[in-house]
């Protein structure tokens, strides 16, 4: 699960600046106020379906704001770090639109009997789906160790949430699912915080603190 991000503090990540100078006009600004917020309504719409708010027979229920808030904003505030150079917030914005859409697809898929996909591989399609995903955001958490270290704790919680999900997958339990729901819930809140410090930061104001890096 996925971020949205600027990670530092101070001021805007800035890995590629042209001769010019820095972007003014439409090519600036600070893509991780249309990434947070949509990271945060995907993870609470994640967190409510696994811990029960809908009905086992609302499988999709998710997936509006899924498709149409969260891969899509991120994509776009991707886009938007590409272009005034923020390399690392475009990788990480894009990854996790990846995680969003995958996942859209996937139940979709699961729902509709798309990608031949037979009811007795249903549990296994969704244990290779949550360790390829497990792999990427321990990847991203170890890049994180030289970040401010409130992205460390968010991709952690991550790494807890999806291993937590596939941990429920192969004991077909709901203990652990449930579990991963509230921990969604959690790192909305740790996302909350992050966005209205940077929030408060464009408005002129000082940003919150995200602690120093654990490299």
């Known amino acids: 699960m996925y971020a949205a991000l600027n990670p530092i503090p101070d001021q805007p990540v800035e890995l590629v600046r042209s001769a010019q100078g820095v972007a003014a006009g439409p090519l600036a600004g600070d893509p991780a106020l249309l990434a947070f917020p ?6 609470v719409a994640i967190g409510l379906q696994l811990i029960g708010v809908v009905p086992a027979g ?3 229920a998710a997936l509006p704001v899924i498709l149409g808030a969260t891969a899509t ?3 776009i505030a991707a886009i938007w770090a590409a272009a005034i150079g923020q390399s690392v917030v475009a990788g990480l914005n894009g990854t996790f639109a990846g995680y ?8 979709l898929g699961l729902i509709h009997g ?3 996909i037979t009811p007795a591989a249903v549990a296994g399609t969704v244990k290779l789906y949550l360790i390829s995903w497990l792999v990427v955001v321990v990847m991203i958490t170890i890049v994180t160790l030289v970040m401010p270290r409130a992205f460390t704790v968010l991709f952690l919680l991550v790494d807890v949430a999806v291993f937590l999900e596939l941990l429920g997958t192969v004991q077909t339990s709901p203990g652990p699912i449930k579990a991963a729901g509230y921990l969604a819930l959690v790192l909305a ?3 909350a915080y992050m966005f209205i410090g940077q929030a408060s930061q464009a408005n002129g104001r000082k940003a919150f603190p995200l602690g120093s890096p654990v490299l």
Not at 38 to 43: E, H, Q
Not at 100 to 107: E, I, P, T, V
């Open 100 to 107: 969003f859409l995958s996942d859209a697809l996937l139940q």
């Open 189 to 191: 809140a740790v996302g």
């Open 58 to 60: 609302a499988a999709g």
């Open 114 to 116: 798309w990608f031949g």
């Open 73 to 75: 904003a991120m994509f």
């Open 38 to 43: 949509s990271f945060i309504v995907g993870l």
